[in-house]
């Protein structure tokens, strides 16, 4: 399997429930698709003006195609994909510029997926599976970010993922099948 036509299946297995656009430059940074849920739940009693409790959670997802003339996938190419995530989306997509998210953000996940009908270097694959970024707003009262990321490479079959993004494998496995 190509890597675009795995993107056009991610596209499909997201489209129900994303708000999905097809690219996206951020940072330098072009990617192929970006998508964004949100939900926010709330408990009241009788009427909605007498609420209980509000949250709201989000996440933000980046694709990128990785094609085999860039080369292979190498830790540093892998370091300028994910900066612009830490650096832009965190401070403008989760918190909206401000110092903290809004009043009642629960949780945010931005995850960064890299298909590749290429070779990734295992350099590049054991520093995704290490790799973390998330914080913590005003002890969690804000609410927290984790930043999940996963890389394919439909050439070898194989998903790897960071801690977060783990639960993802099983479904990327499933579409490549």
Known sequence: MQADSFVEKL??????T???EDGLLLGGQ???VYGHFNVDNS??????KAKLWEANSQEHLFIRSW????GPLTVEKLQELIRPLEEIAEPQYVRGGEKYPPK??????????????????????R???KYKFGKTYLFNFRGYLETRLVLVSTR???VTTNQQGKELKKAYLKLMA
């Open 11 to 16: 596209k499909q297995f997201y489209t129900s």
């Open 18 to 20: 994303f708000d999905l």
């Open 30 to 32: 072009a990617y192929d």
């Open 43 to 48: 408990r009241y009693v009788l009427v909605k």
């Open 67 to 70: 094609k085999k003339e860039e």
């Open 104 to 125: 009642n953000h629960m949780y945010s996940f931005l995850t960064l997926v890299i298909v590749t009908d290429g070779e990734i270097e295992d350099e590049t694959i």
């Open 127 to 129: 520093f995704a599976k």
């Open 156 to 158: 070898d079959n194989l």
